[in-house]
């Protein structure tokens, strides 16, 4: 399709109108999903608010650490025993497990086999994985870089050590040991410290906090679909502006074919005339 000039330039001028609009959109999704940031943000915080003292974790439970067996013998994996690696602790809840190992890959049951409710937290692992937690709602096994949490019951609930991970995250990353890449272990696990206030102020804090983080993700998930349509919407702009739907035509608008007629009239004209050389006569 060639359109006649004067309505390309129209075309151009509308699609980056609309284009300068969809990008005015989507910087209002952001700052919305700034806000929503801050709001998780200040919504954790409360559980810092607590008059409460601080108590180490080891001081509310046990604390284990896994392993992994040795790839090289079949035995030990594709069993029935779900095996936690330290990408899947990604602040989630673990109801299923990417790999699986036997009773003979698990070594010492009481120890290796975590039960629902223990708190996972990721020792050390790429990027963003280190300080990441999670709540096991299965019975399953870890690797070593995975630190498992038996609370007591009596002393705290899964759920509130799991949000008080959530809001230390950037504090329990920097609690690691070691090089260039900070380690945690079992012992800097135990000694995370967090508030300790009485199980019904951890329950009323829990429903507080789990309302609010349940309501920004779903707004969450509202701003992923309009960054989604604002992408298609663009996508739609330009297969309406290129099959001439974006613009009103104009009848006496000069059809580009002509103009081009023109334009290669006039390169005609000015082309300079081919001289031909003579060639020499060939030797005799």
């Known amino acids: 399709l060639l359109p006649p000039v004067a309505e390309q330039r129209r075309i151009a001028d509308a699609v980056q109108e609309e284009n300068q609009r969809i990008a005015d959109a989507l910087r209002e999704l952001d700052h919305a999903r700034r806000g929503l940031d801050l709001l998780r943000a200040s919504v954790l915080a409360e ?6 003292p601080l108590k180490s ?40 497990t990417r790999e699986h190992i036997t009773e003979l890959g698990l070594g010492k049951r009481e120890t290796r086999l975590q039960p629902p ?6 020792m050390y692992g790429e ?6 937690a999670a709540i096991l709602d299965i019975e399953a096994a870890t690797n070593q870089a995975v630190a498992a949490v038996r609370l007591d019951p ?14 230390q995250y950037a504090e329990v990353r920097k609690f690691g040991r070691g090089g260039q890449q900070l380690n945690l272990n079992k012992d800097l696990v135990k000694a995370i410290e967090v508030p300790a206030p009485s199980l019904d102020v951890q329950r009323e804090l829990i429903g507080y906090v789990k309302a609010a983080l349940r309501t920004a993700d779903e707004n969450e998930a509202d701003l992923r679909l309009l960054t989604r349509l604002a992408s298609d919407a663009r996508i739609a702009l330009l297969r309406d ?7 009103v035509q104009d009848p006496t608008d000069e059809p580009a074919s002509e103009a081009l007629k023109r334009v290669r009239a006039k390169q005609d004209t000015e082309a300079p005339k081919r001289r031909t050389r003579r060639r020499a006569p060939a030797a005799a």
């Open 47 to 52: 559980l810092g608010k607590t008059e409460a």
């Open 57 to 96: 974790v080891g001081e509310r439970g046990e604390v284990f650490v896994g392993a992994t067996p040795k790839r090289a013998v079949s035995e030990f994996w594709d069993g029935a025993i779900p095996w936690v690696s330290s990408s899947e602790v990604a602040f989630c809840r673990i109801s299923a």
């Open 117 to 122: 409710g223990t708190v996972l937290l990721a």
């Open 127 to 132: 990027g963003k994985t280190r300080g990441q």
């Open 154 to 167: 009596e002393k705290m609930l899964p759920e509130f050590l799991y949000y008080c991970y959530m809001r």
């Open 241 to 247: 502006a290129l099959g001439g739907w974006l613009t």
